[in-house]
T-cell receptor, first 114, second 116 residues
């Protein structure tokens, strides 16, 4: 069984500040990890993913995440927030071979203020 | 190229009715998955279909069913609607089953179902 915990349902940062969204996972098999973003009234867009290999993963829009097995974490970061980053962010986990069966966290709403 | 398209975008039903939601995957994608997203929560996996066969099912009652057609489009059917079925239903497509390729799911914008 797999699960995801996203710490903080709401995060507010100032424009230009560091963005840090936390995700911890539980998986009985080696996990594949994802971050998705959802803008209002839209579907989900993949930001980045970790499957195998390099544990620091770079994604779109300047986001990156680091897979830390020892901490069972996959936190999402961006050095400098932009107003356009305001959205809902979901961390998800799956097992190899079950690519379409993602288990999502409950999401973190990012607010960016001037 | 067109992305994943879903219809209808919004619909309102009453308890006990039946609903059919439709999804067209990205051209060339053979796998379609369905997710339910209740307001304030993350999406929950309902079904996956690949090459017209069910390849995965989430923890949903038998009132939920789906199928995939030869052109890889898909329908999600929900019978005997309950108030708790009100949600955004998301369809996602991918090119392969498993992680043979990128393992990326491409989501549509969803069908928002309101049950009164």
């Amino acid at each position: 069984a797999q699960s995801v915990t996203q710490l903080g349902s709401h995060v507010s940062v100032s424009e230009g500040a560091l963005v840090l969204l936390r995700c911890n996972y539980s998986s009985s098999v080696p996990p594949y990890l994802f971050w998705y973003v959802q803008y209002p009234n839209q579907g989900l867009q993949l930001l980045l993913k970790y499957t195998t290999g390099a544990t620091l993963v770079k994604g779109i829009n300047g986001f990156e995440a680091e897979f830390k097995k020892s901490e069972t974490s996959f936190h999402l970061t961006k050095p400098s927030a932009h107003m356009s980053d305001a959205a809902e962010y979901f961390c998800a986990v799956s097992a190899a071979g079950t690519a379409s069966k993602l288990t999502f966290g409950t999401g973190t709403r990012l607010q960016v203020t001037l | 190229d067109a992305g994943v398209t879903q219809s209808p975008t919004h619909l309102i039903k009453t308890r006990g009715q039946h609903v059919t939601l439709r999804c067209s995957p990205i051209s060339g994608h053979k796998s379609v998955s369905w997710y339910q997203q209740v307001l304030g929560q993350g999406p929950q996996f309902i079904f996956q279909y690949y090459e017209k066969e069910e390849r995965g099912r989430g923890n949903f009652p038998d009132r939920f069913s789906a199928r995939q057609f030869p052109n890889y489009s898909s329908e999600l059917n929900v019978n005997a609607l309950l108030l708790g079925d009100s949600a955004l239903y998301l369809c996602a497509s991918s090119s392969n089953f498993g992680f043979a390729n990128t393992g990326e799911l491409f989501f549509g914008e969803g069908s928002r179902l309101t049950v009164l």
